[in-house]
């Protein structure tokens, strides 16, 4: 990662490749000990799982399935960490791009008076409100309030609105689909109350599309915000 990157982004990054070399290790010591590997029951729960043993499913493929759901969120994560990252410290730096945010003589209060606290609590509030919006929304808002010109395509943001509904299936209902999914991305090949499966193939696509958009930002924010990013040799 040569040339000028902001800590938000070599964060990301660290972390992605972290969590895959250690999902990858995990998933060769799996493959390798399967056939001897005992099952491992953890008190005070033996006594129960003991008299269902048959009926657990295949060690790697139940953690195949168990990683693909976690890969998800955890990238999802991992990219709204680094908006969120991004924003915040653009507003502490630059606090009176907040005068549209009222602070109170409570928050003042409940910080002890202490200035800095006050405004990290009102760029954390700010970015989170940004967060809640569609991407569309986001990104335009960020163009507009903070003159971070990032070029995102139709198609781009098409693949993240699909791969944040991936993402909440995954979070809020156990990778079960429902009829919003169906309905916005015309699955017709998938049935409501069906599990959603993915290959590790899919979501590295979706990794590559959200590793090249933060790159992409990483570059526009370098353009507005030179002090966020430092020489990587």
């Known amino acids: 990662m040569t040339g000028y990157h902001s800590e938000?982004?070599?964060?990301?990054?660290?972390?992605i490749?972290?969590?895959?070399?250690?999902q990858t290790i995990i998933t060769k010591s799996i493959k390798e000990n399967q056939e001897n590997q005992p099952i491992i029951f953890i008190e005070p729960y033996r006594e129960a799982l003991e008299e269902i043993e048959d009926?657990?499913?295949?060690?790697?493929?139940?953690?195949?399935?168990?990683?693909?759901?976690?890969?998800v969120q955890f990238y999802y994560s991992e990219f709204e960490n680094y908006i969120y990252k991004c924003i915040r410290a653009i507003l502490i730096s630059s606090p009176g791009k907040m005068t549209k945010n009222q602070i109170t003589i409570g928050i003042i209060i409940k910080y002890n008076y202490d200035v800095k606290r006050v405004i990290e609590f009102k760029a954390e509030k700010v970015v989170e409100k940004l967060l809640k919006k569609p991407?569309?929304?986001i990104f335009e808002e960020i163009?507009?309030?903070?003159?971070?010109?990032?070029?995102?395509?139709?198609?781009?943001?098409?693949?993240?609105?699909?791969?944040?509904q991936i993402r909440n299936l995954f979070a809020h209902r156990s990778g079960k689909i429902d009829k919003t999914f169906i309905n916005n991305f015309r699955e017709e090949k998938l049935k409501e109350g069906d599990i959603l499966?993915?290959?590790?193939?899919?979501?590295?696509?979706?990794?590559?599309?959200?590793?090249?958009?933060?790159f992409k930002f990483d570059q526009a924010l370098s353009i507005t915000y030179p002090k966020l990013v430092s020489y990587v040799p």
């Open 143 to 164: 163009d507009e309030e903070y003159d971070i010109k990032l070029i995102i395509t139709e198609e781009e943001l098409k693949e993240l609105k699909r791969f944040k």
């Open 8 to 15: 938000f982004l070599l964060t990301f990054n660290t972390n």
């Open 135 to 137: 991407f569309k929304a």
């Open 197 to 214: 499966k993915l290959k590790l193939s899919e979501i590295d696509k979706y990794a590559l599309i959200i590793t090249n958009l933060l």
């Open 17 to 22: 490749t972290m969590y895959r070399v250690m």
């Open 55 to 71: 009926q657990i499913p295949n060690t790697l493929d139940r953690f195949l399935e168990f990683q693909a759901r976690n890969l």
